[in-house]
Structures are given as structure tokens and as C-alpha cells.
């Protein structure tokens, strides 16, 4: 079965500084991956998805991802965040032989001090 | 654009009560999901749908059942509201067959038992 960890359940950056959330997964096939971002009060919101190829991904806002089937990683990075980044962040796995039953990581949450 | 409806939007139930939570989109997506979010936790897949009348359990299908009659609907109930339960139930869409794997999300239900 498919899972999806976040090490880091809470991460500090400065505005303007760089940004990499990061995401493992386990799954005995190359899975479907995407990005999720909630803001306070507010459902999910899909930053970026992998389905094969080009092993990164670029995304809404400026993110992208690098998907990494050696060391099972789908890690998410900004080059300069902004206040308004501010949220959590969700990594996620589907698998087609789990009839796409989407398992969420715990969350990252991020916090951009000024 | 499409979009998915989530209702109510708050439901305040009694410990013991049966709840039941709706879910609507007009994507015309196959699949269709519910998950329970707890205050600053990741998200918890309760039972996915793969097609009209299908059910399939998630990690957390215990105490909730649900119904697929239509393409467009999902609703979940709860079959025995747990006094102080608070938490977020969030509907969700996707295509896979359509090649969008990637989960559309609703606002969320919010749940409080008194």
C-alpha cells in the first residue's frame, strides 16, 4: 500500500529566502504524486501533480517539484517566498492499482516571517 | 469551471445522533472521495467512490457509511456522532480516466457535537 511522509511539520523562512518541503513516499510502482496547498479555513488547493516524464514539475505561484524514483522523493521548492505563502502544505500519492485512492502526507506547515 | 459543493457548510449535532453530510460536483468526474481533517492534522481518507454505486474504505471507514447513487453525489453519514468530536469532513473529485488524477476539493464541512 502507498504512503506518503513530511518529516517537517513546521518550517520558518524568511521572506525572499529560498524554500524546499520535503516529501517521501512508498509505493512499489511509480505512483501519481501532487502538491496541495491549504490556506487557514479553506479546502485544498493542487499546487502542482507528477504523472511521468520530466522529473520536474513547475506549478501554480512560482513552485515546482522534483520527482526522485531513487530515493523515493517528491520535494517541493520555491526560489523566493513571499508572506502570503504562509499555509500547509500537503504531499499526496495515488496509485492506479489502488483503484487512485489518494493517501495525504501530515502536512508542513510554513510560516514566512517579514 | 466546475465546481463542488459541500453541505452544510457547519452542522452541529448530539452525541448519538446520526449526521449526514452532502456532497455535490458538477465536473462530471468519476471518482469521488470524503476525508476527515482534525484541527492541525493531515487528512484521512474515509471512503472513495470509483464510479456511481461503488464504495470502497478508506483507513477511517469505521463508524461512517456512505452513498453513491448519483455520478454527481457522494454523501457521507456518521452514524453515531461522538460527544466533543470536532473536525472538517472534505469532499473531493477526479478524473482518472480523463487523465486528472489529481483530487478537486470542496470547502469542507465543519462538525461540532455538543
Redesign the interface.
Known amino acids: 500500500a502507498q504512503s506518503v511522509t513530511q518529516p517537517d511539520a513546521r518550517v520558518t523562512v524568511s521572506e525572499g529566502a529560498s524554500l524546499q518541503l520535503r516529501c517521501k513516499y512508498s509505493s512499489s510502482v511509480t505512483p ?1 504524486l ?1 502538491w ?1 496547498v491549504q490556506y487557514p479555513r ?5 499546487l502542482l ?1 507528477y ?1 511521468s516524464g520530466d522529473p520536474v514539475v513547475q506549478g501554480v505561484n512560482g513552485f515546482e517539484a522534483e520527482f526522485s524514483k531513487s530515493n523515493s522523493s517528491f520535494h517541493l521548492r520555491k526560489a523566493s517566498v513571499h508572506w502570503s505563502d504562509s499555509a500547509v502544505y ?1 504531499c499526496a500519492v ?1 496509485m ?1 492499482a489502488g ?9 508542513t506547515r510554513l510560516l514566512v516571517s517579514p | 469551471g466546475g465546481i463542488i459543493t459541500q453541505t452544510p457548510k457547519f452542522l452541529i449535532g448530539q452525541e448519538g445522533q446520526k449526521l449526514t453530510l452532502k456532497c455535490q460536483q458538477n465536473f462530471n468526474h468519476d ?1 469521488m ?1 470524503w ?1 476527515r481533517q482534525d484541527s492541525g ?5 474515509i471512503y ?1 467512490s ?1 464510479t456511481e454505486n461503488d464504495l ?1 474504505k ?1 483507513d477511517l471507514s469505521e463508524g461512517y457509511d456512505a452513498s453513491r447513487e448519483k455520478k454527481s453525489s457522494f454523501s457521507l453519514t456518521v452514524t453515531s456522532a461522538q460527544k466533543n468530536e470536532m473536525a472538517v469532513f ?1 469532499c ?1 473529485s ?1 478524473n ?1 480516466a480523463g487523465g486528472n ?8 464541512t465543519r462538525l461540532s457535537v455538543l
Open positions: 501519481y501532487f496541495y479553506q479546502g485544498l488547493q493542487l501533480k504523472y500537503f495515488s492506479k483503484g487512485y485512492k489518494v493517501v495525504f502526507g501530515s502536512g | 471518482t472521495y476525508y492534522k493531515g487528512l484521512r481518507l472513495y470509483i470502497q478508506g472534505l473531493a477526479s482518472p488524477q489529481a483530487p478537486l476539493f470542496g470547502e469542507g
